[in-house]
Structures are given as C-alpha cells and as structure tokens.
C-alpha cells in the first residue's frame, strides 16, 4: 500500500538561496540555519492544516470543486481516507515539515452510527500512527469538528438541545483518546457554532453556563486518561455564526477567568481571526502573551477588504516580522508552533501550487524570523520602549507602580511640578528603521 | 443673572400624541404614561450629554463650527461657562429632561494651573449645584476629559510618562470632589487615549497595569471621602487611538477580573461604540447584562457604513426596542441612565434643531420602551427561548448543568440514543412577530 | 405527475391584518387594496429566487445541508428537476406569487456535454411553459449560471482563456431562447466571476474590453432572436472574487457608457449588493434611477456588521419604505419586479418557514409601499427638497442651470451680495417624521 | 525677511545609503540615480502638501494642537502667512522635494470680504512666486478649499443655495488665477463636501447637474485666462460626508462621460481614499490608467482596520512597489507628482519629525521604484500576463476581439471543441516572486 506516489513528479525540498528561479526551493527557509541559538526548524515548527491542504477542492459558496487530488479517486470513502494519509505524509515529508493538525472529520467520515464512525477512526488513526513512527512527523494537535454535521446547526456545546451537547461530548471524548494515541503535543477548541444568529430566539448566558462546562469536562478527561496535551481554544468573531462567543483573545480570557478555567488553556491565535475581529495579528498575539496564554498560532492571512476568512497563505514580511518578534519575545510557542490554516486560491488548480503555496509561507516565516531576531539582538525596539518608561522606574513613577501613592499624593506631586514635558513618539522613525531591516 | 433666556421662542415640550404635526411636541414620550408599574419617566431617566449638547458647534475634522450659539458670546471664558450652565438648565426644564452629564472641561476652561483651573470649577460647581435645587434635575454622571490637553496626547492613567499618570490622577480626584459636591449617582471612565498607536514603541502589559492601579486609586478616593455613585467604565474599540484598551464589553470585563476590579465597577454601553466594535448594540448590551454590569447607556445610533463615531441621534425603533428590551429585563439601569451621547448634524444649524433632535430620541426610546414591554408581558422572545431550552431542565440536560455527567456518560446516552432530532430557530417568524410589535 | 403534493399541510396564503397570529398568513400584504390607483399585487409584481427557494439546502462554507427538501429526493437528476419544478409552482401559487427567476443550472444539472445539458434544458422549459399557462404565474427574469462549474475559476467573458469565452457564449445563447420560449420580461447578468482575484497575473482593460464585446452579442442575439426582454446587470463589488467588475450601480453605468452599450441595460439592484459596496440599499437605487436605469431589484437583506452576502429576508421597515419611495417616484419598474433573492437561514429547518420568511418579506414590502404612498401623498420629502433648492429656480441659480453665467459673473456676484445665509438641512426633524408614518 | 531660519539644527538631508543610523538622511532615494533612463528624482516627482506638513497641528476630533511651529507664532495672521511660507521654502529645499501644493485656505486666511481675500492671496502668492524662483521649486498643484467654511455645511457647487454655488466659483476663479501665476502644472478638484448626509433631504440628480455645470465653468475659465495645467479630481466615498460624489475612479469616470467632460480632467488618486472606498490603492491606480485618466497621486498610506481617513506617511514596499508599477507602466505621470497628503500622527512632537517622517516617505516610493523597475526590466508579470491571455491573439479568441463570431459561433465552437482545459492562475507563485523582489 504504502508504495504508492501521489505526488511523482516533485522531490524533496531544498534550500537554495534567495536567488534561486525555482519555485519548488526555499529561498529563505533554511531548516538547519541557526538563529539566536536554535535551528530555524525548532523555532518555527511549521504544521501542515490537513482540512485545507488535503481535504480542500477548491470548492466556494458560489463554486463547484475545481481540482480532484489523486487521493480522492476511489468509490470508498475509507480508501479515500487512507490514500489521503499516505499523500499526506508523503506531502510531509517532501516539504520537510515536522508537523500536522487534524479534525476527526478530515481523516475519517463518520458512519452511520458513533460505533461505526469511531471504528473508522481507529483504523485511520493506527495508520497515522504507523506513519508517524515511519517519518517522524509529529501532531501538533488535533480537534474535532463540531460544526459541519447538521446536527450542529444551533451548536455543539452551546446547543439549546442538550441531545446535541451530548453528542459533542461524545467526539470530544474519542478526539481527545486520539490525540493519547497519536501524542499530539496540544488539543484545540474553535467554536465555529458557538454562537448565535440572533439574540431574539438565544439566552446567551445559559449558553455560555454550558460551553463552560464543557470545557471543564474535557478537561477531567484529558486528566483522567492521562492525555498531557496543552489546551487551546481559537477565537474567531464571526462566521459562519453571526456572532461567536470566541470573538477575539480578550473575549476568550474573559471567559476563562470568570469560570475559572484559565490555568488549563492557551491560546491559537489565527491571523485571519484576529482581523475578522478588528485587530491586526501582531496585537491578538501581543495580548495573548502578555496573559501568557500565547499558545500556537495558525498562519495565515487575510484580506482586509473583504469580509470573510479568506484563509490566504501568509506572505506578507510586515506581519510575519511582528509575529516572530512577539514569539521571540516569549522565548518561543512551547508545545505549539505555526500551523499554515492556508488554502490555495480556487484557480491554483495545479498539483504543485500546493508546494509553491507553503513554500512560499515557510519562506514568509523564515525571513520574519531572521528580521525579527535582528530587532531583538540589536535591541532596536526594545530600548526605546525601555527609555520611554523609564519615568515608572524612580520616583513617583516608581511609587505609582508599587502601589504607595494616592489620588491626593498625584494632586501634590502636580501642584509642585505643574505640566508634563512634551515628548514625541518617534512613531514614524521606528516605521522608517523597520523598512531597513526588512529590506536592508 | 437667572433672568437670562437663552430659547426666547421655545415653552416646554408638551406630548401631543402621534398625529401631531409639530415639531416641538413629543409623539410618545408622556412623562407620566405609566408602563410595567412606573411612569416613563422612572423607566427612561433621560440624560443630556453637556458636551455635545451645550458645547458642540458643528465642527468636523475637515470644517469650522457651522454655529454660535447663544450662550458663548461673551470675551470672558468664565462668564461664557456661566452662561452656558444656565442655558443647560433652561434647555433641560424646557425639554422635561431629569439628568445631565459633564466632563470637567465642558463646565470649565483650564486655568494656567492646577490651582486656577480647580477655583475655577468650584465657581462653576457651585452655580451647578444651585441650579440643580432650583429645578430638581440631578446629576447622572461626571467624568473628567482626559484626551483633549496635548499632554494626554499619548495617553492618561496609560501614558508612558508617570508625571501624566500624575496630572490624570488630580483631575480625577477633583472630579470625585465634584460628583460628591453635586450628587452625582454615578462616575465614567471613558479611556479615549488609553490605547496605542503603535505596538513599535508600546508596553502594553505595563500600560494595562498602570491603568488598573490608576483605577483602584480612583474607589479606594471614593470610598475615603464617601463618593457613592457606581463607577462606570465606558468601552470604545478604537477613535481617537488606533486601538483602545476599553474594547468592547468582554474586553472590559476581562480587564476588570484580571485586576479584581469586577466588582467596583459597571459599564456604560454606548450603541456607537459597540457597531464600531463590531457587535450590535444590544449585542453588547447584553454581554453587560449577564455579567450583572449594565449600569447605564450612552444612547445614541452609528451610521454602520461609516467607520467612525457619527454619535447621532437614536431614531431606529428596532434599536431602541431591543436596548428596552434588555434593561427592562434586568429590572431597569438602578443608578444609571439613558445619556443622549449625541450630536445634531453639522447642517442643523437652527437652534430649535437642537430640541427637535431630542424629542425624536426621547419619542423613539418611548416607543421603544412600550413595544419592549408588550413583548415582555406577551412572552413573546421568553416563551420561545424557555421552551428552546428546555431539554436542559430534565434528564441529562439536568444533569449536565448540574456537573453531574462526564464525557464518559455523554458518549453511553449518545450511544444509546443515537442522533438528536432537529428543531428550527424559527429566526424568520421571530422577526416577522417583531415587525408586529413595532408597527401593529 | 401534476397529483403530487409536496407541502400537504400549507394552504393557500391569506390576508388576515394586522393583528393576526397566524405566521402563515399575511398581516399587511393584501394582493387586491388598491394604492395609488393600483392594487398592490400590480405594485410590488413578487418573485421567487429559484436558487435559494427551491434549491437552496442550509450549507454554507462551514457546514454541510441542514434540509432535505420532499422534491429532492429521487436518485435521478432529472427526476428532481422536474419535482422541483412542480413543487415550485405549487409554492408560487400557494403563496401567492406572480413571478419566478432562475439559472439555468437551477432548473436542470448539465450533462456530459453541452448537447447533452441543452437537450435536458428543452425538456424542464417545456414543463414550466406547461406549469407557467396552468397556473398564470410568470417568469420575471431568467439568466445563466457562469460562476460555479470550475470551467469558470477565472471568469467567463472576462476569462483569459477564449475557449471559455466561447462556453459562456454558448451558455447565454441557451438561456436567451429559453427567456424568449418562456416569456422572460427580463434577462439578468450578474458576473460572480467577472473581476480578478490578484492584479498581479491580470489584464483589465483586456477582460473589460472582453466584457463589453460579450454583452454586445448577447445584445445582438436577442434582437435577432425578436427576444424582447429588458437587459439588466446585477451589480455587486465582491464575493466570490476579490474585486468584481460590476462594483455598483456608478461603476456599471460608466462601464456601459464607455462601450456604448447604456442604451440596451438597466440594473437590477441587490440590497445586500450595495452594502457590501458600501452604500444604502437607497442610494444604489437612487443613483440607477437619476440615471433612468433601475430596472428590477433583488429583494433582501444585509447585515452591515458581516462581510459577506447574508441574503437574509428583507424585514427593515425603514429600508422597505425607502426602496418603495423611490421605486414609487420613478412610477413603478416598469418590466421589472421585487425579487426575493433571499435565504432561510441554516437553523430554519421546518418546511413551513420558506413560507413564513416569504409572508415577512411580502408583508415588509407592503408596508413599505403604503408608507411610501403616504410620504409622497402628503409631499412631506418632496416639498421641503423643492423648496431646499428653490434658489434654483430663479434669479442668478436659474441662470447657473441655463448655463447662462461663468466664473466672472459668480465672482461679480458675491462681491455684491457677500455671504450666503446660513440654512438648516433639517435632518433630525425628518428623521423624527419618517418614524411618526411609519409607527403612527 | 528671508534671513529667518525655521528648521536651524538641520541640515540638507542627503542619501548615505540603506546602512546609515541617521535618521535625517535618506537610504534608498538618491535623487540622481538613474533607473529605466531616468533620474529618481524625474520619475518621483515629490510633492509637500502645505495643509499637512505646514498648517498640521496635531489636533484631532478629541484633542486640541499638540504642536505650536517656530512660524505660527506672530499675533498677525498674515505674518503667520508670510512666515509659513518662508517656512515651508527652507522645507522643501532642506528636504530636496521639488514641488509642492496648497489651498487657498492653507496660504492664507480669509479676510472679512472676498475682496479682502483676495487681496491677503494677491500678497502671499506675490511672495510664493519669488521664492519659486529662487530656489526653483514649482507648484504641483493649487486648489480651493470648498468644505471648510461654514458657508460650506451642504456642499459647494452641489449646494441647495445658488448663492453658495456662487462663493465657490469665485473662490475657483481666483485660485486658477493663482495657478497661472504660479506656473502650476495642474489644479485638483477635491469636492469633501460635495454629496450628502441624506437622501431624505437631498435631490441627487439636481446636485449632480450642478457639479457638471461647475466643472465646466472651471474649464471655459481655465481656456479663457489660458492656464495649460491639467485639471485633476480626486476621488473619496466619504468623510466628511456620508456619501461623497466622486465615490471612486469609476464613479468619478462615469460621472465625467455623463456629462462629456472626460477630456478634460485626469483623477489624483489617493491610498487611503481607495481603500476607503473598498479599493487597494493599485486597484484604483489602474483603473484611472487603463482609462489614460491617472494624472497625479496623493501619496499616503491609510489603516485598513480603521474607517476614517488616517493619512499616514507611506511606507509600505509592498504597496509603494504596485503604485510605482503602475506608474511605470504607464510612462509616468505627466505633469502629475507624488503628493504626500499624509500628516505626522498626533505623538509626533518633535520638529524633526517632519522631516524624518517625509525621508521615510521618499525612501518607501524610491524603493518601490527600483522594485517596480526590476520587476518591469525582467517582465516578470507582464510575461505571464501575455501568456495567460495568449489564447485572444489567434483563432476564436482573435475573432472574438475582432468582433467577427457572434453566439451562434461560440456555440459551434464548443460543440466541436467541448470542455476547456484547466489553468491554474499561479496567485502565489507570484506572491513569491514579489517577495524575492522585495527582499532578495
């Protein structure tokens, strides 16, 4: 079985240099280049998206599928699934990515029943066993979907039937057993149901009550079985629901703290996610950290013009910069590591595009990484942030911070020294200076 | 001094019922109408936002004031204060209006100092005061400006300088000196310039932790001089900084758990703030309301087209409709208000314009207020939603809510019960029943 | 065949007012009340979106179909095509409809090949000519599907392949002698695929040029055939693509002017279209109808605070109103007609709500019809904006409008008579009027 | 009086190449280098836009002036006048830009009557004239500000007062007096309060008609006093009003081919009012070009997560690289110029940061040049785009744009030539490749 090639015509990757004319090499992405004393490898931990990359068709609300993969020829569904986890790892391999991320969904289609559906599952998940023992590769984390079947169209835990609460429970319980298995180094919640269409017909809080508990589950079980995997949840603000309890990091720590549950959970953090919600990337990132809930992330990018989670492959040096920068910032993602939550255009309906694709991503991340380390090394950021709040480091700063001054000491500190000194932010400066360092 | 009328042509708003054709009349506004056991006066506490109302003068960032109105024609910024104060006074007797909010700097111009600036407003304070004995209107809420001064340019209570950190601090105290003075039933926070323009040169974990120190230092001056009035914190998302720290709702409440400052404080929800959030008005509203922290409402309208803060005035039934539905579900606002955070349009230059716009706004929240009390006492949204979720008043929904199953049960009932039926949201006939309350 | 019945609980729609409980009947829609001289059936000329109606299934990106419709159940494609076809009419004539739209591949899927697909086509028109006489009800427009079959990925007149050019061409050819075959009084292009998703690999003015040639033959083609049906484009800015050619109304209008071809076309203007182009549903409507080119409109609903086409059923009272008020000022649609291009919403799963939607979505119109009427009755917009530009009318601004005056008179002008006086636009106080017709 | 020095710490700002620490010079502008045959300086064309970089203050809709300029320090407005300008010549020459641009308002304050206006402009352009000559600087562009004043409130040449209309044209006539006196080589039509803030009040097609009248005015004046420059509108959707006129490129196109005045007016496009109008800045770009419409460019870069018009200093390669490819691609500008209507952000207190701000600016679009040009020299899109649109150059396609095969002989075609085959469109291949040329 396993002699079969999905992808004939295309070798291992290689790094070649940004010079290069090939568009199967990376031009930047160097796997064992060191940066600030790791490898590029073990920093950027890149993730293939199996949703998107093996399952994806092409396929838009207003389109038909416009490209069939090789893995999806057969009349059985199972076969499909398995010849969908070889091309996989075969996919793997030849770029030279470490690890994948799975919904229960995308590696098996459900039977007709939860018995038959989980029978499937075992069967597919000894073979990804099989492979990763084989190659290497590893999960970085997998989920389940809980918004595709119909029967999720009010919600999964959120779901005004609590028949349905029960039957995510259900796939919750077999992903999370799967993950055990497979040794996936994190497990994910995105609510893609998890919210409401209209408040007219919803009791926000009862709803809220029961995602809370059923997290709270989840997260016996994880311990009960012994599963060690970090939990994240991903915010998204909207769609498909009008609008999702996750909406952005704030809103999901929120959430946490006031049902106690922030010590059991990360975040992932998606691009895209964040800009649906109002944000750029770099300040759901920033805020995520600063809780120290900075998890993983899924990299990708959207288009701020249209209104939808475009799920673009990351391109942009600006943002993959900032990104590296926040996650140097915090010593690194730990168990998590970027996920390329990216699908190709629905007119890239070559075969290799779907290398070019993340070629070009690993590519995007590499340089970010390699710029953002300089920013780091030559502390061009980081003294000027240092410098600009260095009133808090004496004096009345100082005693602002620790808690010692009143209302009534401020009023005589300004009564003695009247009004503040101006002093510039120097914003278009440091705009100026990271131009260079991208491109300089 | 008193003897001043400033509205020489206009007498006291009369409710003339929805057929009459003038324009100085209310439609449904009728102060004493009882509603749900209180008048509509009690339910509605309407409030005038001294800043627009008094101040505005038609500006935008690309024009020059399009007015002048009465009460600013002297040479002498004090008397241009006075005089303002007592056409206040006059505009909210005429209109039936029994609340009025301010900033510091509305009441007052600064003073080349602290000192000076502080007398300044004890005069001005004083006059408030006794106008409010003389006509029975009360403070709803004060607060202080701390976004217009250049010093604030890079913020207050987050500014990376402790020596502005400082000079919010004073403002702030006299203003709870103020609201004490003049009985103030509650105290905002709005943070305009508490945010950043830039992550290049911004600590944001240390700017948030400032601001919460700024905030306990604002409760513990209250409760040492014996303030009253519930704090509020009003969110806004971004305008005028790139982004502001009061996002929306979840991200204030999220701030407030972080700190331990949940129980100090409530929200003020403006509905613009909350579009440019990107929520609905009730949206956030009622995020605040299950928290337990709507405390009161900036009630004005955005034009959702429109990426900035247009703070027109409320007209939209179903908006209104929803926002009364809401307070009247939690039992009305206790201390707080509805504050018409409004301003008329820059072409509305009559000075009649500036009563019509209130009587619109007063009328719409009235209706509003009536259809969300028909829909409360029909059961119209309760009987559909207690019924949606019923499955989890028994069985092992029951259970669930109670803690009492585990991922192991829920897979048992679903692999004994199989698929959950599906039921419809009925979102369209809920809407069509809605355009029956409001028009019917 | 005719015996089947596929909503056997549903009876004919009724008028029952205002105060009725019933959700399967009308409240305001009654097909015979004349207004304005016209009954309102006359006025309003329904009708059914073949696509959503009939063939819509709950999906959406992020989930799977949530209904399975008693017409869609046969193994054979045909079979169901014809079904659908029956139980469309029955739906029609249940409801009360005069008027329907399709696509092509909405009354029947295509073949192996374009024989094959025309073959099949002949066969289902033949049917709704049959169903069309039997029962009186019309087709209002008919058009081609050019966006979901993947031949289309990068657009079909503006393909830079010519073959598909070509296949568009055959396509329309088709649908043209079936508008012709079934009495189409309109014939509709809406271009999901003409635009681009990148400049990078694109040549506009190539696919523009393209575009207008394409729209020249059908043009041709018609007039060849004696097909007399009005031409009509659909605009809409995005979605699918990432820009579309046909952005608004403005954008058609001066593509049109620029090739000539604005005396063949008018718009069909989509309220959820505009909005996401960021206008009113008003506006797009007005500037087609200053310009003597609003031709039909699609009927529903956007959310402003969601990037993508919600089709949601229009229920705004005040959007109804203002699409009636101008429809009404231009004295009607002439061929054109309000069709429903709406959707239920995927957690509407019962039967009976394709119904009930339609009910509101009439009844919203109905209303909105009678408040127009009353608005232009009693010239309550009319005479404050004759009177706004009455300076038009005589003395120097009736010369300006002859064209009669330059620079060196206007300049002559002001230096005799100074500054203008300063004007109210009035804004607020019409806005409080529109609400007293519309609640009063 | 020339003796004065404004900026005395700094000096000529000169190019020490992408390596240098010092912020006052530039990296990748050398006015001298040669690209495409060309010196920088020929191809860029730099322009300061007098409203921002000399009358900017740093105020906001929330905040007063944060700065006070060494010249706008006098008690007499038109020493201010006088020391602006003087101010501005050490700017340009300090700065090495060789135009710039102004409005009548920005020069000069308006005296109590137009003729004491006039008189005020006839002194400082007097002075304009000689500083031009003496440090050969030259005027880009004038223009008049027609939203400012009050007068303004409902629009100028769309004004419901003909009076209005009036002060407007000769507000224009003086200002093309100006231009011809000042050898400007184009003059702007921006029109920020020509549309509405509602369509309850407004007739669109009467202030349409007006608008063309006005322009046309604007043209007959312009032949009559024999001023040669270029007359260029610049598009915006809005802001200040809710709905501008001149929305977008096509809509301003359209709106000239109404009323044939397409000869003689070419578009000023501006980033952040295409993106503003749901455009990416290139989008609008080429659409002006592919119209030989692209006359000049308002050099700015806006925020996409923010809906008002930020007017920040460009300095995004990415984008600057598609401007100038444009450009480019077109054979430059013509008369037209890089205009940075851009403003320092309201932090940016230091003096120096004007400068800092515009080198930035200089550098961004110098770089995109010499991107833009390699990407030209190596034809790396302009030969994929050729490819890809191969099939029109011969056989049906060819017939196609020869307008020689109707829909009959594109069905013929397909019925003998079937299915076309499958392309992918190579999106991120491309992306790639951009980034190679970025950064390699």
Redesign the interface.
């Known amino acids: 079985m396993v002699k079969k090639e999905f992808f004939p015509g295309i070798k291992k990757i290689r790094f070649e240099g ?2 290069s004319k090939n ?1 199967l090499a990376f ?1 930047w992405y160097n796997p064992k280049e060191e940066v600030a004393g790791k490898s590029m490898r073990e920093h950027l931990r890149f993730s293939i998206a199996y949703w998107h990359t093996m399952k994806g068709s ?1 396929a ?8 069939m993969r090789p893995w999806n020829k057969s009349n059985n569904p199972l076969r499909i699934a398995e010849d969908t986890m070889l091309a996989a790892f075969e996919f793997f391999t030849k770029l030279g990515v470490d690890y994948y991320c799975f919904h229960d969904r995308d590696i098996c289609p459900e039977g007709e ?3 038959e559906t989980n029978k499937r599952l075992d069967k597919i998940i000894s073979l990804a066993k099989k492979l990763q023992k084989d190659t290497g590769v590893k999960l970085l984390w997998n989920t389940s979907n809980m ?8 919600g999964a835990a959120t779901n ?11 796939q ?3 992903m ?1 057993e799967a993950g055990l298995e497979l040794g996936a180094e994190n497990y994910v919640f995105w609510g ?2 998890e919210g409401y ?10 709803e ?3 995602l809370a ?1 059923f997290l ?3 997260v ?2 994880a311990r ?1 079985i012994k599963f060690k995997g970090q939990f994240l949840i991903e915010p998204k ?4 629901t ?2 999702q309890y996750d ?2 990091s ?2 999901v ?3 946490l ?2 049902y106690g549950l922030e010590k059991y959970f990360k975040l992932n953090i998606e691009a895209n996610h964040a ?6 990337f ?2 759901d990132l ?2 995520a950290s ?2 120290g809930m900075l998890g993983s992330v899924d990299a990708n990018r959207g ?6 989670d475009t799920d673009q ?1 990351p ?4 943002q993959t910069t ?1 990104a590296m920068y926040i996650i140097l910032g915090q010593k690194g993602l730990g168990t998590g590591g970027l996920n390329f939550d990216a699908k ?7 075969l290799e ?1 779907l290398f ?2 993340h ?2 991503a690993m ?2 991340f590499a ?1 970010g990484l390699k710029i953002a380390n300089e920013l780091h090394k030559d502390k061009v ?1 980081s003294d ?2 240092k410098n ?2 260095s ?2 480091d004496t ?3 100082a005693k ?2 620790a ?1 010692m ?4 000491d ?2 005589v ?3 003695k ?16 200076i ?3 360092y ?3």
């Open positions: 940004p010079k568009p031009k092409g838009d609300p207003f389109g038909a599928p416009t490209w029943t939860l018995i918004f595709s079947n119909p029967r999720f169209a009010h005004p039937d609590a028949h349905v609460f029960a039957y995510a429970g259900a919750v319980k077999k999370l893609g149901r269409e209209t408040l007219l017909n919803t009791d926000m809080k009862r809220l009550d029961h508990m709270r589950m989840a016996d079980y009960e603000p909207k769609e498909p009008k609008h909406f952005d704030a809103t720590i929120s959430f703290r006031k800009t649906l919600a109002g944000h750029t770099e300040h920033a805020v600063i809780n288009d701020l013009l249209l209104g939808w492959f391109s942009d040096i600006y900032m190709l255009r629905r007119g890239s309906t070559d595009d070019i694709a070629i070009g590519d995007a340089l950021l000027v942030i600009r709040y009133s808090y004096g009345i700063g602002i911070e808690g001054v009143d209302l009534k401020l009023e500190f300004i009564l020294n009247g009004e503040p000194k101006q002093v510039s932010g120097k914003q278009e400066m440091l705009e100026n990271i131009n260079q991208l491109v300089g």
